[in-house]
């Protein structure tokens, strides 16, 4: 379990620093809903040409 959490813990440090954000899971989070939403939204540009 120990090394489960570990792994997490590392996983969420590679994101922030990919995000370039703090590293607590609600900052990861948010950082990661926008990058969603401005893939849907470029997305839904090109469907509409």
Same mark, same amino acid.
């Given at each position: 379990? $120990?090394?489960?959490?570990?792994?997490?813990?590392?996983?969420?440090?590679?994101?922030?620093?990919?995000?370039?954000?703090?590293?607590?899971?609600?900052?990861?989070?948010?950082?990661?809903? $926008?990058?969603?939403?401005?893939?849907?939204?470029?997305?839904?540009?090109?469907?509409?040409?």
């Amino acid at each position: 379990m $120990q090394d489960e959490h570990k792994r997490m813990d590392s996983l969420l440090t590679r994101l922030s620093d990919y995000l370039n954000c703090d590293d607590t899971l609600l900052d990861i989070e948010n950082n990661v809903k $926008q990058v969603l939403e401005i893939k849907d939204n470029k997305n839904s540009r090109r469907s509409k040409l």
